[in-house]
């Protein structure tokens, strides 16, 4: 799918230009404490002109035919874009988490790891987090390394999401 850069985009937000716009495609998840499963997954990256991005993303259990099964995780936050690749990401989870990451973004790549987590009285005890996207023949790659639940720092989710 053809994409075009914004003509108002900010200088900070070039290195991660690329990921503007929605993507859609499928994932797996693992993790010692639940089942293996598989989702659908929506992402959608805004801007309006300042240094950062809007984000959105939705995902879905599905089964092994891609059905959907039932809504799974919501999380929606601000990638604010500084000088030379450096990034701040703040997400906010349905599930009672609130992250700030820190990170860098060039060449086709985002890498971002936690440095703080806040979650609620009911919500899943997250410790840390790390994240790679990287844009791979026009696709959206994306792998979650997460450590909760007193588990290790370990692979949770990875996906491919295609340009809408």
Same mark, same amino acid.
């Given at each position: 799918? =053809?994409?075009?850069?914004?003509?108002?985009? /900010?200088?900070?937000? !070039?290195?991660?230009?690329?990921? +503007? @716009?929605?993507?859609? @495609?499928?994932? &797996?998840?693992?993790?010692?404490?639940?089942?293996?499963?598989?989702?659908?997954?929506?992402?959608?990256?805004?801007?309006?002109?300042? =240094?950062?991005? /809007?984000?959105m993303?939705?995902?879905? *259990?599905?089964?092994?035919?891609?059905?959907?099964?039932?809504?799974?995780? *919501?999380? $929606? @936050?601000?990638?604010?874009?500084? =000088?030379?690749?450096?990034?701040e990401?703040?997400?906010? /989870?349905?599930?009672?988490?609130a992250? *700030?990451?820190?990170?860098?973004?060039?060449?086709?790549?985002?890498?971002?790891? $936690?440095?703080?987590?806040?979650?609620t009285?009911t919500?899943?005890?997250v410790?840390?987090g &790390?994240?790679?996207?990287?844009?791979?023949?026009g696709?959206?790659?994306? !792998?979650y390394?997460?450590?909760?639940?007193?588990?290790?720092l370990?692979?949770?989710?990875?996906?491919? +999401?295609?340009r809408?």
């Amino acid at each position: 799918m =053809p994409f075009e850069l914004p003509e108002n985009l /900010h200088p900070n937000c !070039a290195p991660l230009a690329w990921m +503007l @716009g929605t993507w859609r @495609g499928n994932g &797996h998840g693992d993790y010692p404490t639940i089942e293996k499963f598989q989702y659908g997954q929506e992402l959608i990256f805004t801007h309006d002109g300042r =240094p950062f991005f /809007h984000y959105m993303a939705r995902s879905w *259990i599905v089964d092994d035919e891609g059905n959907k099964v039932r809504d799974a995780a *919501i999380e $929606t @936050g601000f990638v604010r874009c500084q =000088p030379e690749g450096k990034v701040e990401v703040l997400l906010v /989870h349905s599930s009672g988490v609130a992250e *700030i990451w820190y990170g860098t973004a060039g060449e086709g790549k985002l890498e971002i790891t $936690t440095d703080a987590i806040a979650t609620t009285e009911t919500a899943k005890k997250v410790q840390a987090g &790390h994240r790679l996207y990287g844009n791979v023949e026009g696709d959206l790659l994306y !792998a979650y390394d997460m450590a909760a639940m007193d588990q290790a720092l370990q692979p949770h989710l990875w996906a491919r +999401l295609k340009r809408q």
